[in-house]
Protein backbone atom coordinates (compact mmCIF):
# COMPACT_ATOMS: atom_id res chain seq x y z
CA UNK A 1 0.00 0.00 0.00
CA UNK A 2 2.70 2.32 -0.73
CA UNK A 3 0.55 4.67 -2.84
CA UNK A 4 -2.06 5.20 -0.88
CA UNK A 5 -2.19 8.15 1.51
CA UNK A 6 -3.30 7.77 5.02
CA UNK A 7 -6.35 9.93 5.69
CA UNK A 8 -7.67 10.57 9.75
CA UNK A 9 -10.36 9.44 11.27
CA UNK A 10 -12.30 12.74 11.09
CA UNK A 11 -11.40 13.00 7.49
CA UNK A 12 -13.29 9.79 6.67
CA UNK A 13 -16.09 10.52 8.95
CA UNK A 14 -16.58 13.44 6.93
CA UNK A 15 -15.93 12.11 3.77
CA UNK A 16 -19.13 9.50 4.90
CA UNK A 17 -20.96 12.26 6.15
CA UNK A 18 -20.91 13.95 2.42
CA UNK A 19 -21.33 10.85 0.79
CA UNK A 20 -24.31 9.88 2.65
CA UNK A 21 -26.03 13.14 2.10
CA UNK A 22 -25.00 13.63 -1.90
CA UNK A 23 -27.16 9.55 -2.43
CA UNK A 24 -29.53 10.92 -0.04
CA UNK A 25 -30.00 13.93 -2.04
CA UNK A 26 -29.60 11.84 -5.02
CA UNK A 27 -32.28 9.25 -4.63
CA UNK A 28 -35.21 10.61 -2.38
CA UNK A 29 -34.76 14.87 -3.17
CA UNK A 30 -34.83 14.93 -6.67
CA UNK A 31 -37.11 12.05 -7.94
CA UNK A 32 -39.74 13.94 -5.19
CA UNK A 33 -38.82 17.61 -7.06
CA UNK A 34 -39.88 15.48 -10.43
CA UNK A 35 -43.10 14.18 -8.81
CA UNK A 36 -43.84 17.25 -7.89
CA UNK A 37 -43.58 18.59 -11.31
CA UNK A 38 -45.54 16.00 -12.70
CA UNK A 39 -48.43 16.32 -10.04
CA UNK A 40 -48.15 20.02 -10.91
CA UNK A 41 -48.93 19.51 -14.59
CA UNK A 42 -51.34 17.04 -13.87
CA UNK A 43 -53.50 19.54 -12.02
CA UNK A 44 -53.32 22.27 -13.74
CA UNK A 45 -54.32 20.02 -16.93
CA UNK A 46 -56.85 18.77 -14.89
CA UNK A 47 -58.63 22.31 -13.81
CA UNK A 48 -58.09 24.00 -17.34
CA UNK A 49 -59.61 20.83 -19.23
CA UNK A 50 -62.50 20.94 -16.55
CA UNK A 51 -62.80 24.51 -16.99
CA UNK A 52 -62.96 24.32 -21.02
CA UNK A 53 -65.65 21.47 -20.86
CA UNK A 54 -67.80 23.85 -18.65
CA UNK A 55 -67.47 26.22 -21.26
CA UNK A 56 -68.52 24.41 -23.47
CA UNK A 57 -71.54 22.56 -21.54
CA UNK A 58 -72.23 25.82 -21.14
CA UNK A 59 -71.81 26.52 -24.83
CA UNK A 60 -74.35 23.83 -25.75
CA UNK A 61 -76.89 24.91 -23.41
CA UNK A 62 -77.23 28.47 -24.62
CA UNK A 63 -77.20 27.38 -28.33
CA UNK A 64 -80.06 24.88 -27.73
CA UNK A 65 -81.82 27.94 -25.66
CA UNK A 66 -81.50 30.23 -28.67
CA UNK A 67 -81.01 28.22 -31.76
CA UNK A 68 -83.81 26.03 -31.23
CA UNK A 69 -86.23 29.12 -32.39
CA UNK A 70 -89.55 28.63 -30.73
CA UNK A 71 -89.75 24.43 -30.38
CA UNK A 72 -87.83 25.18 -27.15
CA UNK A 73 -90.29 27.32 -25.21
CA UNK A 74 -92.81 27.18 -23.11
CA UNK A 75 -93.48 24.13 -21.66
CA UNK A 76 -90.20 22.36 -23.32
CA UNK A 77 -88.17 24.78 -21.71
CA UNK A 78 -86.43 22.05 -19.62
CA UNK A 79 -85.30 20.21 -22.42
CA UNK A 80 -81.46 21.53 -23.42
CA UNK A 81 -81.12 21.44 -19.21
CA UNK A 82 -81.86 18.04 -19.73
CA UNK A 83 -79.80 17.46 -23.13
CA UNK A 84 -76.51 19.47 -21.22
CA UNK A 85 -76.95 16.92 -18.12
CA UNK A 86 -76.76 13.97 -20.48
CA UNK A 87 -73.65 15.55 -22.18
CA UNK A 88 -71.76 15.77 -19.13
CA UNK A 89 -72.76 12.47 -17.67
CA UNK A 90 -71.35 10.72 -21.39
CA UNK A 91 -67.95 13.09 -20.69
CA UNK A 92 -68.03 11.74 -17.50
CA UNK A 93 -68.33 8.02 -18.03
CA UNK A 94 -66.31 8.43 -20.38
CA UNK A 95 -63.44 9.98 -18.31
CA UNK A 96 -64.44 7.13 -16.00
CA UNK A 97 -63.79 4.37 -18.89
CA UNK A 98 -60.37 5.68 -19.91
CA UNK A 99 -59.03 5.83 -16.24
CA UNK A 100 -59.85 2.52 -15.49
CA UNK A 101 -58.65 1.02 -18.70
CA UNK A 102 -55.24 3.08 -17.73
CA UNK A 103 -54.45 2.68 -14.20
CA UNK A 104 -52.81 -0.07 -12.96
CA UNK A 105 -54.37 -3.75 -12.06
CA UNK A 106 -54.18 -5.56 -8.57
CA UNK A 107 -53.15 -9.26 -9.04
CA UNK A 108 -56.54 -9.59 -7.34
CA UNK A 109 -58.15 -8.34 -10.37
CA UNK A 110 -56.01 -9.78 -13.18
CA UNK A 111 -57.31 -13.22 -11.59
CA UNK A 112 -60.87 -12.43 -12.34
Do not use: D
Not at 5 to 26: C, D, H, K, M, N
Not at 31 to 44: D, E, I, K, Q, S
Not at 63 to 73: N, P, R, V, W, Y
Amino acid sequence: MAGREERSLPTQIGELWRLVVAYFRQETVEPVRNLGRYVLFGVLGSLVLGLGLGLLLLALLRALQTETGSHLHGELSWVPYVVVLVAAVVLAGLAMAGWSMTRPRTKEEKAR
